[in-house]
């Protein structure tokens, strides 16, 4: 007996030894661990533990559903035995049944105020079942044409605040509805100058919804739905419709834009396009003549003004340029070729040349003959002038004679100058890009007025930027080849067949009238 209980102490004895032995192990282990994975062990021991610490919502259900000793008394559903049935009743104990209301079963407390169920007329009014069907609330969207609306344009110095505390509403009501649920709210913080608000005040005076157009086609609208307001923004559908242009040119390029019907941002677009390939301010003659096709948006039936040059021709002292607008939102010449090249023909915008490329002319300053080795741009000071194409400023300074100048070195051995600049916008040894503006439009140093005055020069030779061969543009990818010759021919003759339409209707409006004569 003593031997089975000293065997029994020296196993317990053991046994506790080697667990000692095993949590010291363990202890070590977890202290060897990453910081966050002891924290993320620390927390499932925790949440275990809590498990097996509370009840369960069953047990807490089984325990209040029948109290000990009680007797219940039980009822058949009613669709055993009918409501009024002269039927025998059961002498087994009745079940109760206790359930819930449906969630689409109300009751009279919870039906609008308009209807009176309580009145018979209003009672009979309402559809069969309507006591047992749930009525929403009317959205408060459907409501607003019952708020008091105002239109507020945003003046000089206007922020949403000062807006909003001139019609009377608190502060807390500014950041309420600048903090609007919705990713979209934020956007009322950059409202800019001339911008409308419009705001409506419900019957408590509240804020309760706010419109502001952000586009022709996108609006923000906020509304007060219970105690917060939500943000969304509505977008409605452009309907792209395609036109045609077509002009002749007799005194300059800009009045024939204007006279085909095109507005300024076209024009300058249509001159963009083919920017790499002529100057349009020196190279444009009387006769020459352009055609386009483009986009025209609609939003409900109403025009909102054009969209994208698809197809644009030109044809220039009898050569004909031509392109055509791709997937990828680049022009591309008839035979694949991009448009872009690696200078600009013009640093300005073309409606303000003034003076071509001549070896010689009679100095306004000066006042005698000498070479003129570039071209005069004439602008109102202050027009930004742009890099010709990619670079490094290789001088951004001032003398007496160029005024505030530019020089950028190019690859090839190719340096541009920039002259008689009002203020410069680059440094020394800074790289520009091509379209970048590099300095604005003056009459500083030996200048007679407003104006820029711009050189090319290949190998330290002054070339005419006009007319020296520029590099080859890219072509379009080959995988894309023949999508884009089927879409060319496409606008092509488009083009061609609408332009021709133009061309006989013009003829014939032209004869009607001298025959009237």
Not at 11 to 24: T, V
Not at 442 to 462: D, I, K, Q, R
Request: hydrophobic fraction near 35%; include cysteine; charge should be positive.
């Amino acid at each position: 007996m003593k031997l089975s209980v000293s065997l029994t102490i020296y196993l317990f004895l053991y046994m506790k030894s080697q667990i000692s032995l095993l949590l010291q192990k363990l202890l070590i282990t977890f202290n060897n661990l990453p910081k966050k994975h002891r924290l993320i062990i620390i927390g499932i021991s925790c949440f275990l533990l809590l498990l097996l610490i509370l009840p369960s919502n069953d047990d807490k259900q089984n325990t209040n559903d029948v109290q000990v000793k009680e007797r219940i008394q039980l009822a058949l559903p009613e669709d055993i035995v009918p409501a009024g049935s002269n039927a025998p009743q059961s002498a087994l104990p009745q079940r109760a049944i206790i359930s819930k209301p449906k969630k689409d079963v109300v009751t009279t407390e919870e039906l609008p105020s308009l209807v009176d169920v309580t009145d018979p007329s209003q009672a009979s009014a309402l559809p069969t079942g309507a006591l047992h069907k749930k009525i929403k609330p009317q959205d408060p969207i459907e409501e607003l044409s019952n708020l008091d609306w105002q239109t507020i344009k945003v003046r000089s110095g206007d922020s949403l605040a000062l807006i909003l505390k001139r019609l009377g509403f608190t502060a807390q009501t500014t950041y309420a509805v600048s903090t609007a649920k919705g990713e979209d709210s934020k956007l009322l913080r950059r409202i800019n100058v001339g911008d409308e608000l419009r705001i409506a005040k419900n019957a408590e005076k509240q804020l309760a919804a706010l419109e502001y157009p952000l586009s022709k086609t996108d609006t923000l609208f906020i509304h007060l739905v219970g105690d917060s307001y939500q943000s969304h923004r509505e977008s409605k559908e452009v309907e792209i419709r395609e036109d045609i242009s077509y002009g002749t040119i007799s005194s300059s390029f800009w009045y024939a834009g204007l006279k085909a019907g095109l507005n300024d941002t076209q024009i300058i677009n249509f001159a963009n396009i083919f920017g790499w390939d002529m100057d349009f301010g020196m190279d444009i003659r009387s006769g020459d003549s352009f055609s386009l096709t483009y986009e025209k948006k609609y939003i409900d039936g109403e025009y909102i003004g054009p969209g994208n040059i698809l197809a644009a021709e030109i044809t220039n002292q009898g050569e004909v340029f031509q392109a055509i607008r791709f997937t990828d939102g680049e022009y591309y010449s008839a035979d694949g070729r991009s448009m872009r090249k690696a200078f600009l023909r013009a640093p300005v915008n073309f409606k303000y040349i003034s003076s071509s490329f001549k070896p010689r002319r009679f100095h306004p300053v000066q006042k005698k003959w000498k070479a003129h080795r570039g071209i005069d741009y004439a602008a109102k000071t202050g027009t930004p002038v742009v890099a010709a194409g990619n670079g490094k400023v290789t001088d951004s300074t001032y003398n007496k004679y160029n005024g505030n100048y530019v020089f950028i070195q190019h690859g090839n051995g190719i340096v541009t100058k920039y002259l008689h600049f009002s203020k410069r916008a680059v440094k020394k040894g800074q790289r520009v890009k091509q379209g970048q503006t590099i300095g604005y439009v003056g009459a500083t140093g030996l200048a007679s007025g407003p104006h820029l005055h711009y050189e090319f020069l290949l190998n330290g030779v002054h070339r005419n930027p006009r007319t020296v061969k520029l590099p080859d543009a890219r072509p379009i990818d080959k995988k894309y080849k023949t999508k884009f010759s089927a879409l060319a021919d496409e606008r092509l003759s488009v083009l061609a067949s609408a332009k021709n339409a133009l061309i006989t209707s013009q003829h014939s409006d032209t004869a009607t009238a001298v025959a009237s004569e």
